[in-house]
C-alpha cells in the first residue's frame, strides 16, 4: 500500500509541478536557514574535551570585601583566582590532578634568519596542566613541579610554532628568545586546541584562540611577564602586583573521578573560605564558594554571542512562516480534489487511507525540501565561515545535523500536512459526488 | 466595489483565510524587528568620529626598550615627518574603535572612590607632542595642550598619568557638568585630578556599546612626554592625502623597521581599521537583509499560490459573473479588494505581534525600544507586496471568457 501511496503522490505532485516547486523550496529555504544557525549554536556548545569533560571542575571563590560593588557592565572579578588562594588550592592537593593558569602574549625574536620579531600567544600554567588536560606530544613532554618550585626555564610549543621556528628539524633541546628571556625547549604539543579555550579567561576570542607555547606560571610571575585577559583589582592604594591578595588573573582547573571527591572538593572549598574568614582575608559568607563542572562553567560563561540567539530566532520564525505558506498551499490543493477523494471514498477507502495517502504525499515534499535544505544549509554554513566573527571557521555540519535536517525537513512538512489531510479525508463524498 | 460577497466568499474558506493571514502578520513581525536591527546596525556604523578618519594611517611599535624612549619616539617622529607627504606626525596610546581600552572612572568632587556608583567611565588617550594635530581634533572650547603641559606629564607608579590637565569631548561635559561650561573645571579619582583646559568635538571610544549612547564618546584625552611614557607611546599616526595614505603607511612602517631592529612594527589605514571594527555588524545586517527578502519572498509566493487555486476552483463563478455583466476590471478589482482585506488584517495582527517580539527582546537583549514609524512602514510595504503578488493570478482571473459558465467544471 505504501508504494502504491508513494506513487499516487508522486503522480498528483507532478501534475502541479509550479505549486509543488513553491512548496518544496519554502521548505527548503526554511529548513536551511533554521538548519544553519541551529548547527552554528551546536559547534559553539559543544564539548570541548569529549570524554575528559566529566572530571574537570574549576573552583571560584569569593574574596571580595563586603563594600564591593560591581559594575554592571564590568567583567566579574570572582571569575578568576588571586595568586595566594590558586597557590594554596595547588599545594592542598585535594584533587587527583589541579594546575593553575593564565594567558600571556609575548614578544618572540626568532634566531632564524629572515625572521622578524612577532608577539606570539601562550599560557603560564603549573606542571600538572599537560596531564589534567591529556595534552598530545609530538616530542618531548612537559616540566614537572620540581621545575616550578626552581622558576626553570623552560618551554613546550606547539607544532605549528617549533615548525615556524626550527622547519621539520627536532624544536626539542633548542632555545627560545621569549620575553627578552632564553627558555629551553622540553617538548612539542601535536595539534591541540580545544574549541571554545574554555580554560582561558573569559575577555578572549575563545573560539579561533590557541596557545602556541606553554611555560611555568612561577617564571611569568618572578619575570614579571604580561598577563593577558582580565585582571581585576579592589584593594585600597594597592599596587597591581601579580602576587597580591586583592587581584584576581588566575584560571584553575581540577580533576575530580568520582562524586565522592566532588563533594569533598566542594567541602573543602567552603573550609578554606571560612578558613580565611577567620584569618580575616574574606569578608564574605563562605558559602559563596563554587565548584563548576567544565559544561556547568561554559553554560555559566554563556559564550554565544547575542546575535547568534537573535539570529536563530529570526531562523525558526522564518520557517514557522514556511510552514504556514505550506499549510495553505496544502490544504487549497488537497480540497481541489474533492472529487478525486469522494471517487476513491466511494470505492470503499475508509477516512484513515485517504489521510495516510496524503500524509505520505506531504511527506514526499518534505523529502524533497529536506534534500533541498541540505543544500541551502550547506551554502549558508559556507556564506558564515567567510565572516569575520571568532566562531566562524568552526561552522561545519557534522552526520547527527545531517541527519537532523532531513528528520527536521519532514517532520515539518508532515505537521504542516495534518490539517489538510484531516479536512481533506472529511469531505463528504455523496455531495462532492452529485457535482461531478 | 462591494466587499459583503468577498467576505461571504472568505468565510467559506475559513482555515486558508486564517492562515494566510497568519503568513502575513508573522511576516509583517519578523520584517519589523528585523529591519529595525538593520537600521540599528547601520546607524553604528556610520556613527560620527571627529578625527580626520580619511588622511589617517597608523603604524605601532613594540618591542622596543621603554627606558630609551625619551630619544626614541622623537627620532622616530622626525624620519617619519621627513616622509615626502607626511603633513602631521605624532605617537599615541590608542585610536578610537582600536579595541584597545583604557578605562577609568571618575567624579566631580574630591573625595569619590573607584566603586562609586555616581562616577562616570572615561577611556584614557595619552598624547605625544603633535598627536593632536595628526588626529586632527576639532577644538570647541580653551586650547589645546602646550609644550610645558607634555614636559610636566608621566606615568608614575599608578596606572593613571601624572599630569593635571586633560582635554575632554562634548559629550563628557554635558555629562559632568550640564548646562555649564566645562572649561578649567576638575574631576577627580581616589589619588589624582585633572583640570579641563579644552573640549572637543566628539571622538569614538576604542570600544563602543551601541548606537545612540552618549557613553560612546566619553572619551578623555592626556598629555604625556615622550621619555615619561612607560611604553604607552606606541602607536604613531600619520596624517596625509587620502590618496597617499597606502604609500606613507609602507615608508613609515619600514622607516620605524629600519630605526628600531628590534621593535615589531604593525600598519594599518585609519579607515580600515574602522571597517574592520565594524565587519561583523556589517555581516549580520547583510544577513537580516537577505533573511526579509527571502521571507518577503515565500509570503508573495503564498500569496499567488493560493490566490491561483482559488481561481481556478471559481473558474465557472467568474464566468457567471462575466456573462450576466461584470467587466474584466470587475474581476480583477474583486481579486484585489479580497487581498488588500486579507493583507490589511495581516497587519495590523502583524503590527501588534512586531510590538511585543520588540518588547521580549528588549528584555533578554540589548535591544532598544522601536521607533513607531517602522511599523506603518512595514505594514504598507506588505500591502504593496500582496497587490503585486496577487496581480498575475488576477490577471488570469479577469480573462476567464463569460462562456466558461456554459460548460460544467
Known amino acids: 500500500m505504501f508504494t502504491y501511496y508513494l506513487d499516487l503522490a508522486r ?138 618550585a626552581a622558576d626553570a626555564q623552560v618551554v613546550v610549543l606547539s607544532d605549528a610554532l617549533a615548525r615556524k621556528l626550527f622547519g621539520a ?74 602576587t597580591s591578595a586583592n587581584m584576581s588573573w588566575l584560571q584553575f582547573w581540577v580533576q575530580l573521578d568520582t562524586p565522592a571527591q566532588v563533594a569533598a572538593y566542594r567541602q573543602y572549598l567552603v573550609d578554606y573560605s571560612a578558613q580565611q574568614k577567620a584569618l580575616g582575608r574574606f569578608q564574605r559568607p563562605p558559602t559563596n564558594a563554587k565548584l563548576y563542572g567544565l559544561m556547568g562553567w561554559l553554560a555559566h560563561e554563556n559564550l554565544v554571542p547575542n546575535d547568534v540567539d537573535l539570529q536563530l530566532w529570526l531562523a525558526l520564525g522564518f520557517l514557522f512562516v514556511c510552514m504556514l ?57 559556507w556564506s558564515i565561515r567567510q565572516r569575520p566573527d571568532d566562531y566562524a571557521r568552526l561552522a561545519q555540519m557534522d552526520v547527527p545535523m545531517l541527519l537532523g535536517t532531513l528528520a527536521l525537513a519532514v517532520v515539518a512538512s508532515v505537521l504542516a500536512g495534518l490539517l489538510p489531510s484531516w479536512r481533506a479525508c472529511r469531505v463528504a463524498p455523496a455531495l462532492q459526488l452529485k457535482t461531478m | ?55 589617517l594611517s597608523m603604524v605601532g611599535l613594540s618591542g622596543t626598550d621603554e627606558k630609551t624612549a625619551g630619544s626614541d619616539i622623537p627620532r622616530n617622529l622626525a624620519a617619519l615627518r621627513g616622509i615626502p607627504g607626511v ?22 568632587s574630591p573625595d569619590v572612590s573607584v566603586f562609586d556608583k555616581k562616577t562616570v567611565n572615561f577611556s584614557l588617550f595619552f598624547l605625544g607632542e603633535g598627536a593632536d594635530k595628526a588626529l586632527g581634533l576639532r577644538l570647541l572650547e580653551g586650547r589645546f595642550f602646550n609644550a610645558d603641559d607634555y614636559a610636566d606629564s608621566s606615568f608614575g607608579s599608578a596606572p593613571l598619568p601624572e599630569t593635571h590637565v586633560t582635554l575632554v569631548t562634548h559629550s563628557i561635559a554635558e555629562r559632568m557638568w550640564p548646562g555649564q561650561s566645562a572649561l578649567g573645571k576638575t574631576y577627580y579619582t581616589t589619588s589624582h585630578y585633572y583640570t579641563v583646559v579644552g573640549v572637543i568635538a566628539d571622538v569614538l571610544r ?96 503564498g500569496i499567488v499560490g493560493l490566490t491561483s487555486f482559488w481561481v481556478g476552483q471559481r473558474r465557472q463563478q467568474i464566468g457567471i459573473r462575466r456573462a450576466v455583466g461584470a467587466s474584466r476590471s470587475h474581476i480583477l478589482q474583486y481579486f484585489q479588494t479580497e487581498n ?30 522601536m521607533p513607531w514609524y517602522y511599523l506603518p512602514v512595514s505594514a504598507i510595504a506588505l500591502w504593496v507586496l500582496g497587490q503585486l503578488a496577487v496581480l498575475g493570478p488576477a490577471l488570469r482571473a479577469a480573462n476567464v471568457p463569460p462562456v466558461v459558465a456554459t460548460r460544467s467544471a
Not at chain 1, 569569593?62 to 595566594?84: E, S
Not at chain 1, 476513491?344 to 485517504?354: E, F
Not at chain 2, 603633513?87 to 566631580?108: D, R
Request: proline residues 5%; charged residues 15%; hydrophobic residues 45%.
Open chain 1, 11 to 148: 503522480r498528483s505532485l507532478r501534475r502541479t509541478p509550479v505549486l509543488t516547486g513553491l512548496m518544496v523550496l519554502a521548505i527548503g529555504l526554511g529548513i536551511g536557514a533554521s538548519m544553519t544557525m541551529l548547527t552554528v549554536l551546536h559547534v559553539m556548545t559543544d564539548d570541548p574535551m569529549p570524554g575528559r569533560s566529566a572530571q574537570l571542575y574549576t573552583p571560584h571563590l569569593d574574596p571580595l570585601p563586603l563594600d564591593h560593588k560591581r559594575r554592571g557592565d564590568g567583567p566579574d572579578p570572582t571569575a578568576d583566582l588571586t595568586w595566594p588562594d590558586a597557590m594554596a588550592l595547588l599545594a592542598a592537593r585535594r584533587g587527583v590532578r589541579q594546575a593553575a593558569m593564565a594567558g600571556g602574549s609575548l614578544l618572540l625574536r626568532p634566531e632564524r634568519a629572515g625572521l622578524r620579531p612577532f608577539y606570539v600567544a601562550g599560557r603560564y600554567a603549573t606542571a600538572d596542566f599537560f596531564a589534567l588536560f591529556g595534552v598530545p606530544f609530538e616530542r618531548g613532554g612537559g616540566w614537572s613541579a620540581a621545575a616550578d
Open chain 2, 206 to 301: 576604542p570600544n563602543i556599546d551601541g548606537p545612540g549612547e552618549a557613553a560612546n564618546y566619553y572619551s578623555a584625552f592626556f598629555p604625556m612626554s615622550a621619555e615619561g611614557s612607560k611604553g604607552n607611546l606606541r602607536r604613531y599616526v600619520l596624517s596625509s592625502a587620502p590618496g597617499d595614505r597606502d604609500r606613507v603607511m609602507r615608508a613609515a612602517e619600514q622607516k620605524l623597521d629600519e630605526l628600531n631592529p628590534n621593535g615589531v612594527t604593525k600598519s594599518a589605514i585609519y579607515s580600515d581599521m574602522r571597517d574592520q571594527y565594524f565587519a561583523d555588524m556589517r555581516s549580520m545586517a547583510w544577513m537580516l537583509v537577505l533573511v526579509c527578502v527571502v521571507m518577503l519572498a515565500v509570503t508573495a509566493f
Open chain 1, 325 to 381: 505558506n505550506i499549510v495553505a498551499l496544502l490544504l487549497a490543493k488537497f480540497l481541489r480534489r474533492g472529487g478525486e477523494i469522494s471517487v476513491r471514498r466511494a470505492l470503499g477507502a475508509r477516512r484513515r487511507d485517504i489521510f495516510v495517502q496524503l500524509g505520505i504525499e506531504s511527506a514526499l515534499i518534505g523529502v524533497a525540501g529536506g534534500v533541498l535544505g541540505l543544500a541551502i544549509a550547506q551554502l549558508g554554513l
Open chain 2, 1 to 55: 466595489m462591494e466587499i459583503r460577497p468577498i467576505l461571504a466568499s472568505l468565510s467559506k474558506h475559513r482555515i486558508p483565510t486564517v492562515l494566510i493571514v497568519l503568513e502575513i502578520a508573522l511576516t509583517c513581525a519578523v520584517l519589523c524587528n528585523a529591519v529595525f536591527m538593520i537600521g540599528q546596525r547601520v546607524s553604528a556604523i556610520r556613527l560620527p568620529n571627529a578625527i580626520d578618519e580619511h588622511s
Open chain 2, 87 to 108: 603633513q602631521a606626525a605624532g605617537a599615541i596610546s590608542t585610536l578610537p574603535l582600536s579595541h584597545n581600552n583604557w578605562g577609568w572612572s571618575f567624579g566631580t
Open chain 1, 169 to 242: 628539524g627536532n624544536a626539542v633541546g633548542q632555545t627560545v628568545h621569549l620575553g627578552e628571556h632564553d627558555f629551553r625547549v622540553i617538548g612539542v604539543t601535536a595539534d591541540w586546541a580545544p574549541k571554545p579555550l574554555f580554560y582561558a579567561d573569559q575577555t578572549g576570542t575563545q573560539y579561533s584562540d590557541a596557545d602556541l607555547f606553554f611555560l611555568p606560571l612561577s617564571v611569568a610571575v618572578s619575570q614579571k611577564f604580561q598577563v593577558s585577559g582580565n585582571q581585576s583589582g579592589w584593594g585600597k592604594g594597592d599596587s597591581m602586583s601579580l
Open chain 2, 340 to 369: 488588500f482585506l486579507l493583507s490589511g488584517a495581516g497587519v495590523v495582527l502583524g503590527m501588534s505581534l512586531a510590538y511585543g517580539i520588540n518588547l521580549y527582546l528588549m528584555r533578554h537583549y540589548e535591544i532598544t525600544r
